[in-house]
């Protein structure tokens, strides 16, 4: 059973940055396509980066396009989300994702892990 660790989340000032780390435990690491959605109370989660299996492929949503990078460890079985020039729209609960296969997508309901979440605050 795959198992993912956040770590990273906090508070920040606008314009700040933000590194979320996810530890991918138990599994094969390269089976998967990685990402990140996040959500806020009421609202439904929504897609926010993925990257492919070997890392070649990334995608973003256009909120965080210019913004953040997505990048994965084969080495450390680990994924980053690296946010830069935050704003306090960026403000959720982010989680790791991982879904089986090559290049993953943007619906949350195709994913087959979740991570437990970590808060991120974005305010002055």
């Known amino acids: 059973q795959v198992q993912l660790v956040e770590s990273g989340g906090g508070w920040v000032q606008p314009g700040g940055s933000l590194r979320l780390s996810c530890a991918f435990l138990?599994?094969?690491?390269?089976?998967?396509?990685m990402g990140w959605f996040r959500q806020i109370p009421g609202k439904e989660r929504e897609f926010v980066s993925v990257?492919?299996?070997?890392?070649?492929?990334?995608m973003y949503a256009d909120s965080v396009k210019g913004r953040f990078t997505i990048s994965r460890d084969s080495a450390t079985k680990t994924v980053y989300l690296q946010m830069n020039f935050l704003k306090p729209e960026d403000t959720a609960v982010y989680y790791c994702s991982a879904e089986q296969g090559l290049t993953g997508g943007t619906s949350h309901s195709k994913v087959d892990y979740w991570g437990q979440g970590t808060q991120v605050t974005v305010s002055s």
């Open positions: 990257i492919s299996w070997n890392g070649d492929r990334a």
């Open positions: 138990r599994g094969t690491f390269s089976a998967y396509a």
